[in-house]
């Protein structure tokens, strides 16, 4: 069946490192990669995504590339701000599904 | 985008009490979902619909029920809220076709004393 493994944390680092949260998973199809952030006290909102192999996907200076041979879909950014600091899900939605599975989140803590 | 609302944002009731807790969304979506999220923060789907008159049991057993008697209002009941009951509620749309991210309202945090 379709499952997320997702870098377990909490993370904690230190404004302008470097951000790498880990992501693999398993589908039987050609699945959709989603990585979204939820902020203290609100509900989840779309990071970026991916549909297919190699796709890029990238917002507000976040990563993550989708790479179907190693079943990997990592989210980084380059320089954390302490506004970044918010627990972030991967999920995967397979072909032809209606739902969405789930990682079991990563809470990223950034120091000034 | 969608929009996606949910009410109360916070609700604090005694042990017994019935409930409902709000999800509208007004992008025509016709999929929509409840989720519950525990402290641990990890997510659980305990219902979702993709229509009007369709409702099904998501992967956590809940003893809440839903309805979905029009396409942007899908609300969840609690008949009798316990404390096991406490928790974070939230709500997804997602749209029709082959786009597959739902989109979330801002949650509703229970607490039953």
């Known amino acids: 069946g379709d499952s997320v493994t997702q870098m377990e944390g909490p993370v904690t680092l230190s404004e302008e490192a470097f951000l790498t949260i880990n992501c693999t998973y398993t589908a039987t199809g050609y699945p959709s990669l989603f990585w979204y952030v939820q902020y203290p006290g609100e509900g989840l909102q779309l990071l970026l995504k991916a549909t297919k192999a190699d796709d890029k996907g990238s917002n507000k200076g976040f990563e993550a590339t989708y790479r179907k041979e190693t079943t990997s879909f990592h989210l980084e950014k380059g320089s954390v701000q302490v506004s970044d600091s918010a627990v972030y899900f991967c999920?995967?939605?397979?072909?032809?599904?209606?739902?969405?599975?789930f990682g079991t989140g990563t809470r990223l803590t950034v120091i000034p | 985008e969608a929009d996606i609302y949910q009410t109360p944002r916070y609700l604090v009731i005694g042990t017994g009490k019935k409930i409902t807790l709000e999800c509208s969304q007004t992008m025509g979506h016709d999929k929509m979902y409840w989720y519950q999220q525990d402290p641990g923060m990890e997510l659980h789907l305990i219902h979702y619909?993709?229509?009007?008159?369709?409702?099904e049991k998501g992967d956590l057993s809940s003893e809440s029920t839903v309805s979905r008697i029009r396409t942007e209002h899908f609300p969840l009941t609690l008949e009798s809220a316990r404390p096991s009951h406490t928790s974070q509620y939230l709500c997804?749309?997602?749209?029709?076709?082959?786009?597959?991210?739902?989109?979330f309202g801002p949650g509703t945090r229970l607490t039953v004393t």
């Open positions: 999920a995967l939605s397979d072909t032809g599904a209606n739902n969405l599975f």
């Open positions: 619909s993709y229509g009007v008159n369709s409702t």
């Open positions: 997804a749309s997602r749209a029709p076709g082959g786009r597959y991210e739902q989109y």
